[in-house]
């Protein structure tokens, strides 16, 4: 729907006639206007032809007479009015201007019916909306929960994710510093081996060393022995030839 023009205090005046009375000709329209002010005939003519040039007003010719009808339902236009009023009289408070309207003049029974079954109106919605909000909100809620809940989950899983390859990185210096390790065990073990070897080795050949030069040494003393042995028998023999030979 295009954007409606907005009607002058006085057009609005004439678009009343119409929504309360229906269908009325500009003779009618000039006889009920709501202000009772005294207006010439042309005045109010000029007021439908207005209202007719900004397509708020339908004009339909009966007979001889011309016959206008409104457009659009009073809460149409009624409503831009209305909050033009509402914020440049009161500052957009509602129940101000309530208040305002109530005491420039008495209410009818039956309007009175009809304000307090409009307010029961508001205060059913009211709820609704706010029944409707609080629905609404609990599942964003949940999701809001489930979200929380998974994000954990998932910094758990990325973190086990890493684990593993950490562990690998890590294994793989341990296992060549495991390797490092048994090969010098083995070098180690390999040297003393060859230590105990080497040593048992020496430890056979030093008793034979040890005999050899004990045989050695005992070699010398035995002939010592029998030279020692033979000198006297030398001697011996050497003083009897010595008394034979004198004897004679």
């Given amino acids: 729907m295009a954007r409606l023009s907005h009607p002058s205090n006085l057009e609005l005046q004439a678009l ?25 005939y042309t005045t109010m003519l000029s007021v439908m032809q207005n209202l007719e040039r900004k397509n708020l007003v339908k004009r339909a010719r009966i007979g001889r007479a011309h016959v206008y009808q409104a457009a659009y339902s009073q809460e149409v236009i009624v409503q831009r009015a209305t909050h033009d009023f509402l914020t440049n009289a009161f500052g957009g408070r509602l129940g101000e201007a309530l208040l305002a309207i109530l005491s420039a003049g008495t209410l009818t029974p039956e309007e009175k019916t009809n304000i307090e079954r409009e307010l029961q109106r508001h205060k059913t919605m009211a709820a609704k909306k706010t029944a409707k909000k609080k629905v609404a909100a609990k599942p964003a809620k949940k999701a809001v929960k489930k979200v929380a809940k998974k994000a954990p989950a998932k910094k758990a899983a990325k973190k086990a994710a890493k684990a593993p390859a950490k562990k690998a990185v890590k294994k793989a210096p341990a296992k060549k510093a495991a390797k490092k390790a048994v090969k010098k065990k083995v070098a180690k073990s390999a040297k003393k ?10 430890a056979k050949k030093a008793p034979a060393k040890k005999a050899a030069k004990k045989a050695a040494k005992k070699a010398p003393a035995k002939k010592a022995a029998k030279v ?14 010595k008394k034979a030979a004198k004897k004679k």
């Fill in 16 to 40: 009343s006639v119409l929504w309360h009375e229906g269908p009325s000709t500009v003779a009618a329209i000039h006889e009920t206007m709501p202000d009772g002010k005294d207006r010439a």
């Fill in 228 to 241: 020692a042995k033979k000198a006297p028998a030398k001697k011996a023999a050497k003083k009897a030839a």
């Fill in 193 to 202: 081996a060859a230590k105990k070897a080497v040593k048992k080795t020496v």
